[in-house]
Each structure stands twice: as C-alpha cells, then as structure tokens.
C-alpha cells in the first residue's frame, strides 16, 4: 500500500473517532437545553461528559494537523473555501468550553440560562456544520488548474451538504440520548430511552436519503461506500432494539458504529480523490497529487505507529475510570 494511501485511511479514521466521539456529548449538550427539566439535571448531564467532552475534540485537531502534513495542498484549498464555517466552529467550541466552566461561577438563575444556551449553541452549530463540510468533500468544490478554490460560500452550501449536516445533528442527538440511557439512572435514564426510540425512526429516514445520494452521485458507484451505507442504517436499528429492551450499552454501541459507518461511507466515496473539482475533473485534487514527499509521509508513519496506540489507551482508560452511572442524587 502506498503512503499516501495509508495516511488517507488514516485521517478517515481520525474523523471517524472524532465525530463517534465529540457526537454523543455534541448530542449531550444540545439535551442540556430542553430534555433538562432543572439546574439540577442540566448538572447530571453536564458531568456525564465532563471527564470526556476536551479529550474528544483533540480527534479534529489531531486530524486536521495529519491532514497539513500528509496533504497539505488539500488543506489549504479546502480550509481556504471553508474559512468562515471554520470560524464559527471555532468560535462555538471555545463558547461551549468557557460555558462548561464559567456556569457554576454565578449564583443566578439568568446567569446560568445565558452559558447553558451557549453550551446548546456551542453543540448544535459544530454539529451540523462539521457535516455539511464533509459531505462538500464529497460533492466537490470549483477548482481552478492550480488548484485553488474559486468559488464561494454558495459552493460549499447545497442541498446536499445541508442534508449532511442535518444527518449529522439528528445522529449526535441520537448517540447523546443512548449516552445518556448508559451514563444516568432513575428518570433522566428512563426520559433518555424514550427519547432515543422517538427519534430513531426520523434517524434512519434522512440516513437513509443521505447516504443513497452518497452512493449513487458518482459515474461508478463504490461498492465499499454501499456497503458501509448498508451498515449504517443496519446499526441504527439493531441500536433501537436494543434500546427498547433496555440494552443501554449494547444501543450506545449500536450508534457509534452507525456514525462510524457514515464517515466511512463518505471516505469511501470520495477515494482516490480528496477533493474533487466541479469545473473539471482534471483540476481535483487526489491522494497522489495532494500528498507530501515520500520522505515526510514515512516519518509521520514512524512517529504515529508508537504513539497512537499510548493515546488510544490512556483514553480508554480515561472512560474505564469515569464509567459510572450518575443521578440527581449525586448532585449536592
């Protein structure tokens, strides 16, 4: 296997464990708004995915710093064409992590409502916003010979990207109601399952949509992208059964594999292009055309291979440690 193919399969993966991740407490933080009932609950909730929610977002930094050294013309065309999403990720994630910390420091009620309506802001936005721009490297962006971006916001939103990003907010809702049956107990436990099983069905409807239109856009269909599409929408309801009997991680399984199979689904779609041309196909950038030397790929190839699995384990362990249920009653 070539480099470059490796490292495409690399960063995939990378997303793919970021948006598994940072989906479920994405899905957390938009249920602090209104599936909390009290300052109370929104605190069960906070804490479910206080331990976790900064460890998740190093996924996108780690993957956006592979994507500059591996291929760094893709990603200074494709950050160039997506600077203003990109800024207001940016500036919806700091709000969310100051939100986090910044809540408990006053002792008013509007204090409080003003930071828990910048955790929903800080979740929702990422949220949908992360989906609209992967599903753009698929659709693909107006290049000229050189490569370079020429066209504008207007390229980047379309129906189909906008589809993505609703797939992945209602997902991230989805996973943080089955986080939410795994991580609490009484009530909170049980609102969170019925929450999850209202909203699987809506779940499966525009998956389904998105991830055929995936499949399907190209002149030659990926067989790998359909049957990573199959799987998704299989996930989904193997997670809805085993959420209504009460199943809960059996269910959080189920959906982690689902938004796994999303994001393989897109990769696959897109390979051996990472970033398309709509004006003409010679100007799409490719794993060949957008990687780095061969040199620098085989270094990055021996620095990843011992530290990835050391950061994989100490954040299993992480989750090992912090894997208790919480309730109300924990709340002083």
């Known amino acids: 296997m070539e480099l470059s193919t490796l490292w495409f399969l690399l960063i995939a993966v990378l997303w793919i464990g970021y948006l ?74 700091i709000g969310r992590g100051l939100a986090f910390e910044y809540r408990a420091k006053g002792d008013t009620a509007t204090w409080r409502n003003r930071w828990d309506l910048v955790i929903f802001a800080g979740s929702a936005i990422p949220a949908f916003v992360w989906g609209v721009l992967l599903a753009a490297f698929v659709q693909g962006l107006p290049l000229d010979a050189g490569h370079d971006f020429v066209g504008d916001l207007g390229d980047v939103v379309t129906p189909y990207t906008l589809l993505g990003g609703v797939v992945t907010l209602s997902l ?14 009484g009530e909170i436990r049980e609102r969170a399952r019925r929450l999850a099983g209202r909203l699987a069905v809506p779940v499966v409807v525009v998956l389904a949509g998105f991830l055929g239109w995936t499949v399907l856009r190209g002149d030659s269909p990926s067989w790998a992208a359909g049957a990573a599409a199959i799987v998704a929408v299989l996930a989904v309801a193997a997670g809805a059964t085993a959420n209504a009997r009460g199943r809960e991680g059996w269910a959080f399984t189920a959906t982690f594999a689902t938004v796994a199979a999303v994001g393989a689904t897109l990769f ?4 051996p292009d990472v970033l398309p041309s709509t004006l003409d196909t010679a100007n799409g950038l490719t794993t060949t055309n957008a990687s780095s030397s061969d040199y620098t ?36």
């Not at 790929?297 to 299993?316: C, I, K």
């Open 268 to 271: 696959a779609a897109l390979y």
């Open 172 to 185: 991230s809702l989805l996973h943080g109601a089955h986080y939410l049956g795994l991580k609490t107990v």
């Open 297 to 332: 790929l085989t270094v990055m190839t021996w620095v990843a291979v011992p530290f990835v699995p050391l950061v994989l384990a100490y954040q299993s362990w992480v989750y090992w440690m912090f894997r208790k249920r919480i309730g109300v009653q924990h709340i002083p």
């Open 20 to 93: 598994a991740l940072e989906g479920f407490d994405f899905g957390v933080g938009m249920l602090t708004r209104r599936f909390a009932r009290d300052d109370t609950e929104r605190r069960v909730l906070i804490n479910t995915i206080g331990p976790v929610w900064d460890g998740n977002e190093v996924w996108v930094i780690t993957a956006v710093g592979a994507t500059f050294a591996a291929f760094p013309e893709w990603y200074a065309t494709a950050w160039s064409a997506y600077y203003l999403p990109l800024v207001l990720i940016l500036l919806t994630l």
